[in-house]
């Protein structure tokens, strides 16, 4: 069914949405790469674009989405898609002595992903059916991010859509 937008007077030609925050931009952005991923991969076309791409906009915008959180946790700023109660929320898992105990895992929380995004000095991806990172079906919605703490090693195993779903209180 077609929906005529005409009569809707803040929409002139395209409904382009103007009034979002950057924020939200990129959440929608990283939620549209994951959820897009399998889709984009199965044209062998589209695919060499994608995985030219896909691992690179990821990074960026997880790194970019969890500097301004933290910011905005550290200045005390709490909006709408950023409310206390969740920072304490589950969205992995952390190893914290991932050099000596990588058995030994706690609960990863919304604030402490944040953290761990920011400080990471390598990520890796969960790639489905993949041969080598050049060449795999779609991206999974978990990431390893790997780091160091007063020189112990520490591992995250991070649900991006499980930290997203918690930024903006149910996608």
Same mark, same amino acid.
């Given at each position: 069914m077609e929906f005529d937008t005409r009569g809707i007077p803040w929409i002139s030609g395209f409904p382009i949405h103007e009034t979002y925050s950057l924020l939200e931009q990129k959440v929608f952005h990283l939620i549209s790469i994951l959820n897009g991923s399998k889709e984009s991969n199965k044209s062998i076309i589209i695919k060499k674009l994608t995985l030219t791409y896909e691992i690179s906009e990821v990074s960026r915008l997880l790194l970019e989405i969890s500097i301004q959180v933290r910011n905005n946790i550290e200045l005390g700023i709490v909006s709408n898609y950023s409310s206390i109660h969740s920072l304490d929320s589950d969205v992995g898992l952390l190893f914290r002595d991932f050099g000596a105990n990588p058995q030994s895992s706690i609960v990863l929380s919304f604030r402490e992903a944040c953290n761990k995004i920011i400080h990471t000095k390598h990520i890796n991806f969960e790639? *489905? $059916?993949?041969? #080598?990172?050049?060449?795999? *079906?779609?991206? $999974? #919605?978990?990431?390893?991010?790997f780091g160091d703490f007063h020189e112990r090693e520490w591992k995250a195993e991070l649900n991006v859509k499980r930290f997203l779903e918690t930024l903006v209180g149910n996608l």
């Open positions: 790639l *489905e $059916n993949a041969k #080598s990172l050049n060449d795999y *079906e779609h991206l $999974n #919605s978990i990431v390893y991010l």
